[in-house]
């Protein structure tokens, strides 16, 4: 077994304080012993962006970050997005209504990014919103779905209060 | 009046926990105990393997076992996977070994497996496995890979022909004697790997209490697995399950049984505890199916009117090491040639050609984009010659309408005649014309090229058999909860099937699709089931959930008719429940629910069932639909290219087709989309590059190059709806219809952009430098 650091962090508004090999990656982390297995890994090189998640606010490839360079963020994953059980968030009923998934494995990459994204830029045209998930690869959508979706999302968010978009202090 | 849920753009049942990231993928399958596997593979694409020393693996801390082919003897029957469709024209069998015990034969092989805590653990082991190898030739490209003297992809082979098969009708040498003009085209295409953002992988777990083997896994066709697994292990079909979790992609090689099902199978069995393993990227590209190579020598006949006399010619086609699936992949291409235009007179030659590369098997389109692009330049090489233009040639020879169903005078790998069923050709390529502004073209052209700019516009025509056969099965069942339960053997890769076949069983059982739960990939919820491939099950399990929601509403309407005693015409289902129908003196809103209906029905120890039709309110269906369903349509594309780097930007993209009688709008759209986004990819980026001694020269994602939502065009969908008269449904397959004209079209809007400089293009993918080097080429002609 290798070295160990103990990691103190906040993972969808939920403390955490684990051990971790210094090795494990931040995706492994979140999938394996957290199991918040929504976070999804496709290449494991940096290039797909399925397993995007929000650290401090920020979109990072969880696939090429350790774990224990994550001690003492907040993060948050496609399972902290909705506000509750009950309800999805703006964002999820885009895609729901606008077919933005359709095997559903880049989805949580591409909610993430676009979450950051979206808080940014409350008015994206849709070359903006393609720039945006240029990084995310999707296999089944063509993306015409997921464009329609971050657009429609995007007008949906504009009507409401700001603060339902985690904003890990990054708000501009 | 019931809800009607049948064509609307309901949405899909799939999302909800999939948005919230509570899908259960391979990766997330958890069980107590489990290990994790990482496997050895062989970095040479030819060697024989000496000897393989895992002692220093062993003594990695945390690793439980490494296996080799030697140690997965004693649980297995055979070494082999044999999965072959059948077909006379094989020369050599050439199954896979679960492991590599003497010989590798591609990189990427696998010789061991070891088993750890962690795939960490395993991974670092596994390095640590030092096999010795004899290096051997390798045959790369397959065109050398026939050539005399070559050296074999398996050391005990003669030659490297796997198959060889001719196809035809007509009198071709007749057609060709009395030709006016006779144009031959050579043409190289190469499409590349399937790229499903999930990986592939695999779950085993045994319970030796019960000897219950059950195996999770990533696959399009569980049933096939299962049966090879009862061969290969030697075990009935009671101590096997084999389950698929949610699909993140399929695309064809997800269809395939692997060597790491076997392996992590076995591995399970003898170390007593649950095995998993997880594909990465780079074993992706270098291990899981791909379709490479296929090189055409064609010739087509045509009279003075530029009508098709006839059309011959050869096919080489790359078949990589083994057999992981058969030789449909080029019997697609040449039985699909013709495509929707009328060939009086027809021959094909097609070899399969062995190389030390990873088995070829289908990718979305399996063969027919090939067969589509070939066609459709051979159409654009006429127009050119004969100074037509290039939808007035295709339109002389396309089908009519009038002429279905149209018979061809030729056989699928089944025996079975090809029958275009239904469509209107014709319109579909006046239709998208229209849209696209074809007859406007040439003055956007010549404007853009008074400013410098150069686009160009091209036009491909398709057709896709979809819906194969022969059957898919489908179990429609009422539960004492009023919830009605749909089983299917065919499996949800990410194509909406759940919500799919909802809609067609809610259409007849109340319309609330929220009532209606379904279960697919499970060989313990089906008996049989063939599985997702070829745009097949929209029309095969979409009509056994037909047929079989139609026989379990009908006993449903008795049972009530019974209970509420009232003829069965004063009935209608709603949502979950059977009312009667208000009319004058009869008291409204009688009503039995489907839940008390199914209590009814399943029976009360010694009182007797209503109704007389036996117990349970279910039905199982397997509809025979031998015959295939042939969607259609037409791609004009727009595009501009930068004479300077290469690149090719696609401005505008029209694509009309007809898939039959819609389900769901939105999913079709959806299939469209997605498939056009790998056709554009076929035509312009994916390449899976290996050099001469079958060294893989692409093994990652940042060199393969996926289509990305900057380089993905809007596309402009026009629907056209022939019902199909082969189902009841008149449904077609669409899953693959986007990805077979989209080369076609593209590739002769670059070549006409590029006009002034006298290109012309005979391959696929056409990438950047090379449009550049096509440019110079012309500029030095001129």
Known sequence: MGEKRRVTLEVNGMPYEQDVEVRLTLADFLRHQLRLTGTHIGCEHGVCGACTVLVDGLSVRSCLMLAAQANGSEITTVEGIAPSDNELHPLQEAFRDHHGLQCGFCTPGMLTTLLEFLRDNPSPTERDVREAISGNLCRCTGYQGIVDSALDAAERLRGQDKTTVPDGGHAL | ?782
Not at chain 2, 297 to 321: K, M, T, Y
Not at chain 2, 538 to 558: D, F, I, N, P, Y
Not at chain 2, 768 to 780: E, F, H, W
């Open chain 2, 1 to 782: 009046m019931s809800r009607r849920v049948l064509g609307e753009s309901a949405k899909r049942l799939e999302d909800p926990t999939l948005l919230r990231g509570r899908g259960r993928f391979i990766d997330d399958v958890l069980i107590p105990g489990m290990l994790e596997a990482a496997f050895v593979r062989s970095p040479h694409a030819h060697a024989e393997i000496k000897g393989i020393d895992t002692q220093a693996a062993l003594e990695i801390q945390g690793v439980h076992a490494v296996l080799t082919l030697d140690d997965l003897m004693p649980y297995l029957q055979t070494e082999f996977l044999v999965v072959g469709l059948p077909s006379p024209s094989y020369k050599q069998d050439r199954n896979r070994p679960a492991l590599a015990g003497r010989e590798v034969v591609h990189v990427g092989e696998p010789i061991a497996v070891v088993i750890a805590e962690s795939r960490y653990i395993a991974e670092d082991a596994a390095q640590l496995v030092d096999v010795d190898y004899d290096l051997l030739p390798a045959a790369s490209d397959c065109r050398d890979a026939l050539a005399e003297g070559a050296p074999p992809v398996h050391k005990d082979a003669n030659d490297n022909l796997l198959a060889e098969f001719n196809m035809g009708y007509g009198d071709i040498d007749a057609a060709f004697a009395k030709a006016t003009h006779i144009f031959s085209e050579s043409i190289m295409q190469h499409r590349g790997g399937s790229h499903s953002i999930e990986c592939r992988g695999c779950v085993a777990s045994h319970d030796p209490a019960t000897d219950q083997l059950t195996l999770w896994v990533s696959s399009q066709m569980p049933h096939s697995a299962l049966r090879v697994l009862v061969d290969m292990l030697g075990r009935d079909e009671n101590q096997m399950r084999v389950v698929t979790p949610d699909i993140g992609g399929g695309f064809g090689p997800k269809l395939v049984v692997y060597q790491e099902d076997v392996v992590v199978s076995v591995a399970a069995i003898k170390l007593g505890r649950a095995v998993k393993w997880i594909e990465d990227r780079r074993e992706h590209f270098i291990t899981t199916t791909q379709e490479r190579d296929q090189y055409w020598e064609v010739e087509i006949a045509v009279d003075e009117n530029a009508l098709i006399l006839g059309i011959r010619g050869s096919i080489l086609h790359e078949h990589g090491a083994y057999t992981a699936r058969g030789i449909n992949l080029p019997q697609n291409s040449a039985e699909s040639l013709p495509g929707p235009y009328e060939v009086p007179a027809f021959r094909m030659n097609t070899k399969l050609a062995l190389t030390n590369k990873v088995p070829v098997t289908p990718v979305r389109g399996a063969g027919h984009p090939q067969a589509a692009f070939t066609i459709e330049r051979l159409m654009d090489r006429v127009a050119r010659e004969m100074g037509l233009d290039r939808t007035e040639v295709r339109r002389r020879n396309l089908i009519p309408a009038d002429a279905m169903p149209y018979s061809r005078p030729l056989k699928t790998r089944g025996g079975l005649a090809v029958v275009l069923d239904s469509g209107d050709y014709p319109r579909s390529q006046k239709e998208t014309l229209e849209r696209a502004g074809w007859e406007d073209f040439p003055t956007r052209q010549k404007a853009a090229r008074e400013s410098g700019r150069h686009i160009g516009i091209g036009i491909a025509n398709f057709v896709k058999g979809t819906g194969r056969g022969p059957f898919e099965e489908v179990t429609v069942r009422v539960g004492t909860s009023g919830k009605v339960h749909v089983y299917t053997g065919g499996t949800a890769i990410g194509q909406g099937t759940r919500t799919m076949l909802a809609q067609i069983v809610a259409e007849q059982l109340g319309g609330d699709m929220e009532n209606v739960t379904v279960t697919t990939g499970d060989t313990a919820a089906t008996s049989l089931g063939i599985g997702t491939s070829n745009s097949r099950l929209a029309v095969t399990a979409g009509t056994s959930a037909h047929v079989a929601a139609g026989k379990v509403r009908e006993k449903v309407l008795q049972i009530a008719a019974h209970v509420l005693d009232s003829p069965v015409e004063d009935l209608e289902i709603n949502n979950a429940e059977v009312h009667v129908k208000e009319q004058p003196g009869r008291i409204a809103n009688e009503k039995v629910t489907l839940g008390e209906l199914a209590h009814a029905m399943a029976g009360t120890p010694g009182y007797t069932i209503p109704g007389g039709m036996g117990p349970g309110l279910e039905a199982t269906e397997h509809v025979i639909l031998d015959s295939k369903a042939f969607a259609s349509g037409t791609v004009v594309a727009e595009v501009e290219v930068d004479i300077e780097t290469g690149g090719v930007t696609i401005l505008n993209y029209v694509l009309a087709h007809d898939c039959g009688r819609i389900i769901n709008p939105m999913l079709v759209d959806g299939q469209a989309l997605g498939g056009t986004a790998h056709g554009i990819g076929n035509a312009l980026f994916e390449w899976m590059g290996y050099d001469e001694t079958g060294q893989p020269l692409t093994t990652n994602l940042a060199d393969y190059l996926l289509v990305n939502a900057t380089e993905m065009p809007r596309v402009n969908l026009l629907h056209h709806e022939s019902p199909s008269p082969l189902n009841p449904l008149g449904v077609k397959g669409v899953g693959e219809c986007g990805v077979v004209p989209a080369p076609g079209a593209i590739i002769s809007a670059v070549e006409d952009a590029l006009k002034p400089f006298d290109v012309h293009i005979d391959r696929t993918p056409i990438s950047p430098p090379q449009i550049v080097a096509l440019i110079k080429q012309g500029r030095a002609r001129a």
